[in-house]
């Protein structure tokens, strides 16, 4: 972006992209597609349909895109299928699905996620939403610095719970119990890693929570130690 500011002027640069979302964003696609990568596209002129189906190649061979995280990993994930209803400013209503957003900061906010950091985390319908969910708990629980207790001591439990869940000690309760501790952290720390670190907990019960009540049925192998790890 310093280059190319420098090059043509801040002014210039601003008429790329699109009303109150301009210049041009990278947009670093990592997981399930074909062909994932960092591609640089004026902000809000591409959809995450066109990004993942025609940039990145779509989904592996015989698989369905499941669940995708938009904006880095504590950017509340989206589950294919869902549809967004938002107003245009001349009052009327329009509905999108999750191929259809644009990739603007405006209307990720209005579909309930974010554009962050423009890490695009792609999940297709081989993930266990629960596996995935305790590798994102493993890496908050990590980075948490620890001066906040609901931050230190909220995030270590829900890595404790994921962690128990994949290593066959499910319980049908554990959805509720993770929610409730999530719901505990976010708005309650000094920083926005409190928020950071509760998104992903939220979201993912949000959209998955049946996955994840059913997991003492549906997960019986324990997930071998040391597998998976931090992002």
């Known amino acids: 972006h310093v280059k190319h500011i420098v090059e043509i002027g801040g002014d210039e640069f601003a008429r790329i992209g699109t009303p109150n979302n301009t210049g041009t964003r ?3 696609v990592s997981g399930h597609v074909r062909q994932p990568g960092c591609y640089e596209f004026e902000v809000g002129r591409i959809t995450l349909g066109e990004l ?3 940039v990145c190649g779509g989904p592996l061979p015989g698989r369905r895109f499941k669940a995708v995280i ?3 990993s504590s950017a ?3 589950r294919f299928g869902d549809t967004f209803t938002l107003k245009n400013k001349d009052g009327s209503a329009r509905t999108l699905t999750v191929e259809d957003i644009p990739l603007d900061f405006d209307t990720m906010a209005a579909c309930g996620t974010m554009g962050g950091s423009g890490g ?9 939403m629960v596996e995935a969910l305790a590798n994102l708990n493993a890496f908050y629980a990590h980075e948490s610095c620890g ?3 609901p931050c230190r001591e909220g995030s270590l439990w829900m890595k404790k719970i994921t962690h128990r869940m994949v290593h066959g000690q499910a319980r049908a309760e554990d959805g509720d119990l993770l ?3 999530a719901d505990q952290i976010a708005g309650r720390t000094v920083c926005a890693f409190g928020e950071a670190c509760s998104w992903p907990t939220q979201s993912f019960i949000a959209k998955f929570g049946g996955e994840f009540r059913a997991y003492p049925e549906t997960k019986r192998t ?5 597998a998976g790890g931090l992002i």
Not at 120 to 128: A, F, Q
Not at 222 to 226: H, N, Q
């Open 222 to 226: 324990p997930r071998p130690e040391g």
């Open 26 to 28: 990278l947009y670093c």
């Open 52 to 54: 993942l189906h025609e």
């Open 70 to 72: 938009p904006g880095g």
């Open 147 to 149: 001066q906040c207790t």
């Open 179 to 181: 929610k409730s501790v």
């Open 76 to 78: 509340k994930v989206l």
């Open 120 to 128: 695009v985390i792609v999940m297709d319908d081989s993930v266990d």
